[in-house]
């Protein structure tokens, strides 16, 4: 705490301050906070309670000395108010007393909230919410609506340079916001304030104070993005009906996008980006007041290669398909990431199925047909039987989808003869790799391979594309049951061979050396 006096102050000569024990029992506390309720000559109690809610290394005794702070504010403040008409003499020095307790009630719960114990985040979360409460009614504004955004500014400070903030804080800050949408509309406010004055070049605080991006990802990930249409609900409800902003619909998206667009700036390694990426098309732009806005982002990551681009292709299409982008490079990207790598990660089926959609628009021309259906055919040669299924699946739909392509699989016997393939697999030019002028040679070559499904569907592809065109999704659902069968086959292979070992005995023949049996 700091240095300035607690004491209350009373007509005549001050009372002497008795020494304080570090704990107390907890029957104790509950009779402390009865008598300061109760009795306005008990008053002191709070100074007890504040030095031992700060210095107690019991956190059950910690935990009730700030829960019974809580509820002594709440009852004596707004008494405090309605007497306050008239003050004078000695009760004005208690009541200037009592406010400045408030205020080191306040600093206490903003220190606790940096503390490493997950119980004292979350409660001091709570009561600081509770706290926001009080103020609004303790305003002297009596005519309109009156949020305290001061405090809920150093609330919001506390937390988004915290070191250490646990899931409990995350989910409790979260459950809030989903619930009240004043708190909602200001956490996004400040939240973006606060990230852009620490993003700018000018920031003096960016050298010096780290900012924990997972924790802010995971916390705007968990709150509502807008609240439901319809009356809103706020925690300071006095002269709700004025809250003009809060129960503007535009104006909560506007903050929204403001918001991560202030997070996105906020310097990620890659993990940081693929816990964004994750839920972006889905959370992030359908929500945003201007998605377009995100397009330097995306492009960002969707040309550096590797997971995060693929996770980076979901929104990207999102904005050309939905949002009229114009992206150029878009084909040529996602054909360099037509890789065996890409279909062997946790995300694979997400990429395949935009990478369908991306592929059975109208719009695409059959040179860029030709080469994107070589490519997957020689990929399918070194990825995992479920992978080179709905690969073949998908080169059948694409060359029956454009039948000037067709002529790839005709070629195919042409290559028996000894003919070189003219693709050139290292272009990456979709346009000038020669995919029109080869053949789908590596089709012929999986009616080797040694998953009886993979056969089948090569077979059919070389032999007819009459059928339907196929489902992607049945085949990309299959994925689970043939990995867990692969797991299952290669543990048994495994105990097998253990039990091929020849296995050491327990005892040999130096065991019995000098025994009689």
Not at 321 to 338: E, M, R, T
Not at 347 to 352: G, H, I, K, L, P
Not at 451 to 461: E, F, G
Request: proline letters at 4%.
């Amino acid at each position: 705490m700091t240095g300035r006096s607690s004491k209350v102050v009373k007509a005549g000569a001050k009372k002497k301050s008795k020494p304080i024990a570090s704990s107390l029992p907890l029957d104790e506390l509950k009779v402390l906070a009865n008598e300061t309720r109760l009795q306005t000559g008990k008053l002191n109690n709070i100074v007890t309670l504040l030095q031992l809610a700060e210095t107690s290394s019991n956190v059950e005794s910690a935990t009730a000395c700030i829960m019974y702070l809580d509820i002594i504010f709440a009852k004596l403040l707004p008494d405090l108010k309605t007497a306050s008409a008239s003050p004078a003499g000695a009760n004005l020095q208690v009541n200037q007393w009592l406010k400045e307790n408030y205020k080191l009630y306040l600093d206490l719960l903003i220190v606790l909230l940096c503390r490493k114990k997950a119980i004292y985040q979350t409660l001091s979360w709570k009561l600081l919410v509770k706290a926001l409460s009080l103020e609004t009614e303790l305003s002297s504004n009596l005519s309109n609506y009156v949020f305290p955004n001061d405090l809920m500014m150093r609330i919001v400070q506390t937390f988004l340079f915290h070191s250490a903030p646990s899931s409990e804080l995350v989910d409790a800050i979260a459950e809030t916001a989903n619930e009240f949408d004043d708190v909602r509309f200001y956490l996004y406010r400040d939240l973006s304030r606060n990230l852009s004055r620490y993003t700018s070049q000018e920031s003096a605080l960016k050298g010096n104070v780290l900012i924990n991006p997972k924790f802010l990802i995971e916390l705007m990930a968990r709150i509502k993005p807008l609240p439901a249409e319809g009356d809103i609900n706020v925690l300071c409800t006095k002269f709700k009906e004025s809250a003009k902003s809060i129960q503007s619909h535009s104006a909560h998206k506007k903050l929204f996008g403001e918001c991560w667009l202030a997070l996105l700036r906020v310097p990620m390694d890659e993990d940081h980006h693929k816990l964004v990426l994750q839920t972006f098309h889905l959370h992030v732009i359908p929500n945003m007041h201007e998605p377009v806005l995100l397009v330097d982002y995306l492009t960002d990551l969707y040309s550096s290669g590797g997971i995060v681009s693929v996770l980076a292709l979901n929104g990207l299409f999102l904005l050309i398909s939905k949002h009229n982008l114009d992206y150029p490079n878009f084909y040529k990207q996602l054909y360099a990431l037509v890789q065996p790598e890409n279909f062997r990660v946790k995300y694979w089926s997400r990429f395949f199925r935009l990478l369908s959609t991306c592929l059975t628009s109208t719009h695409v021309p059959a040179y860029l047909i030709a080469a994107f259906a070589k490519r997957l055919a020689r990929v399918s040669l070194a990825v995992p039987p479920a992978a080179a299924m709905a690969i073949v699946a998908l080169i059948y739909n694409l060359l029956r989808s454009h039948p000037s392509c067709i002529v790839l699989v005709n070629r195919i016997s042409s290559h028996n003869t000894g003919v070189e393939d003219k693709y050139d697999h290292n272009e990456t030019d979709a346009a000038k790799c020669n995919a029109l002028e080869s053949s789908l040679w590596e089709i012929h070559a999986l009616r080797r391979h040694y998953w009886p499904d993979v056969v089948r569907l090569a077979s059919i592809l070389e032999s007819s594309l009459t059928k339907e065109a196929y489902d992607i999704d049945e085949y990309i659902n299959r994925n689970l049951t043939i990995e867990s069968y692969q797991r299952k086959s290669l543990k048994e292979e495994l105990v097998v061979e253990q039990m091929r070992q020849p296995q050491q005995a327990a005892f040999d023949e130096t065991t019995w050396k000098g025994w009689a049996l």
